[in-house]
């Protein structure tokens, strides 16, 4: 089984995530992180992160084994993730590694931006993730407290607003709901009921196929 799940900054897809492959015996990979480590790999050279050249090089040298999330997780890696992943040569060559990743047995969860549209669009079950930029930002600004942090809010908020708006008006592969993919509005929900609801949206689309 093959579940891909999309969804904006902060939403909360790299936990569901997790969380679902390990309640289906699947492997996970959270995309954004691939994004990520070029991202730092292209600053670590002391290139700019909408240089193509220098992003394509560093993707070619990735070594997905030995990501750090601890360094990959950082604000200023995250901004720079967000403009190297708008280069198409960048996204083309990271294609074959995550449909690779998806198709080894038993199956995977994969979730980023484009991951029910064009990376894998025949995955079993598609789930798009999202919930209002505002608890989006108070969830982050928890986040970053709980790694003794204080950001304040409303700098969180705009950088969100930021990244949706880059994230979803770039040309190649942008942040969009594929048309079969079941929408999941977590504004209001915690991380359990998130988890149950995406329990739920999984064997209803099972049972709806056994049925065909
Ligand atoms: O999900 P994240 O915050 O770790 O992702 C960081 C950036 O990587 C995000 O701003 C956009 C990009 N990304 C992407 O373009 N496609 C993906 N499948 C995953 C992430």
């Known amino acids: 089984m093959i579940i891909a799940i ?4 902060a939403s909360g897809k790299g936990t569901l995530g997790k969380r679902l492959a390990a309640h289906y015996g699947l492997r996970h990979l959270d995309t954004g ?4 480590a070029v991202a ?3 600053l670590d050279r002391g290139a700019r992160p909408d240089d193509p050249v220098a992003a394509v090089s560093a993707a070619r040298a990735l070594d997905p084994s030995s990501f750090d999330e601890a ?3 950082t604000h200023a890696v995250g901004e720079a993730a967000s403009i190297v992943s708008a280069i198409p040569e960048l996204r083309a060559v990271l294609v074959d590694f995550q449909r690779d990743f998806a198709a080894q047995p ?3 969860v994969l979730d980023g931006r484009d991951i029910g549209t064009v990376i894998c669009p025949d995955a079993d079950v598609k789930i798009y993730v999202t919930a209002a930029p505002e608890a989006r930002a108070r969830r982050r600004v928890a986040e970053y407290k709980a790694q003794g942090r204080d950001i304040d809010e409303a700098t969180v908020l705009a950088d969100i607003h930021k990244r949706d708006k880059r994230d979803s008006n770039r040309a190649a592969a942008p942040l969009r709901q594929a048309a079969d ?3 999941l509005d977590t504004t ?3 991380i359990d009921a998130t988890i149950r609801a995406a329990i739920d949206i999984v064997e209803a689309v099972r049972a709806g196929r056994g049925r065909g």
């Open 40 to 42: 730092k790999a292209v």
């Open 6 to 9: 999309d969804g904006p900054a």
């Open 188 to 190: 209001h929900l915690g």
């Open 106 to 108: 038993p199956g995977a």
């Open 181 to 183: 993919a079941h929408l």
């Open 33 to 36: 992180l691939i994004y990520r």
């Open 71 to 73: 360094t990959l997780k």
